[in-house]
């Protein structure tokens, strides 16, 4: 949808393995975001990035990195995944509204 | 509504009766809000958006109200259908923010 793809859509790994997940898009937008959607809570804000090698931190940063190196890439890094990791991940392009990926589900055992 | 445990608020409707869920938002400098349909298994889909210099907004089988004095929104459809079902979560905006907050969400249950 929107021209936003994320891969992998699935995942399962182990705890304390590293683990990338990426966004693409086709729509050239500057503003791209990861959320992780968890039963209880809405859309939670991990990071965002305005351009290039320009991102910020939301809500729950937390043990998550991000890289920005081109428009059309944002991935999302796990440095060492935790069981509270366990959760599905979108990515989302624009700003007014929002349009959103179908998400990846990550479980870390 | 939202909800504070596990479990979303759901509604639920025949096939072909009007449906309204509603979101109670938090921020009186909010500006600009938007509806979100989420079915299983997919990204939240855009369904439908408002501005705080209007109270209704119109789409196809789809009315957004806002009630700026109360906070609230609502989100009608229309002759409720089947492919309907999905979560049905709000966002509000922060004027010049492009960092919505989102609700929890309302489960729309359609039964033919």
């Known amino acids: 949808d929107a021209g936003i793809t994320q891969s992998p859509r699935h995942k399962v790994t182990e705890t304390g393995t590293p683990v990338t997940l990426r966004c693409h898009q086709t729509e050239n937008h500057r503003y791209m975001y990861w959320y992780r959607q968890d039963p209880g809570h809405g859309l939670r804000l991990i990071h965002y990035s305005y351009g290039v090698k320009d991102t910020d931190k939301g809500e729950v940063s937390d043990g998550y990195s991000v890289s920005r190196s081109k428009t059309e890439d944002f991935l999302l890094t796990l440095e060492s995944a935790t069981s509270s990791q366990t959760s599905v991940y979108f990515c989302?392009?624009?700003?007014?509204?929002?349009?959103f990926g179908d998400g990846t589900r990550l479980s870390i055992l | 509504g939202e909800s504070v445990g596990l479990h979303l608020p759901t509604l639920s409707v025949q096939e072909g009766d009007n449906s309204i869920i509603n979101c109670a938002y938090s921020?009186?400098?909010?500006?600009?809000f938007i509806w979100y349909k989420q079915e299983s298994g997919k990204g939240p889909q855009f369904i439908i958006d408002?501005?705080?210099?209007?109270d209704k907004r119109q789409g196809q089988r789809v009315t957004v109200l806002l009630n700026k004095t109360v906070k609230h929104l609502s989100l009608q459809i229309a002759a409720t259908q089947p492919g309907d079902s999905a979560v049905y979560f709000c966002a509000e905006n922060i004027g010049g923010s492009y960092i919505p907050t989102f609700g929890r969400g309302t489960s729309l249950i359609v039964h033919p």
């Open positions: 921020n009186s400098a909010s500006d600009y």
């Open positions: 408002i501005r705080s210099n209007m």
């Open positions: 989302a392009i624009s700003d007014q509204p929002q349009h």
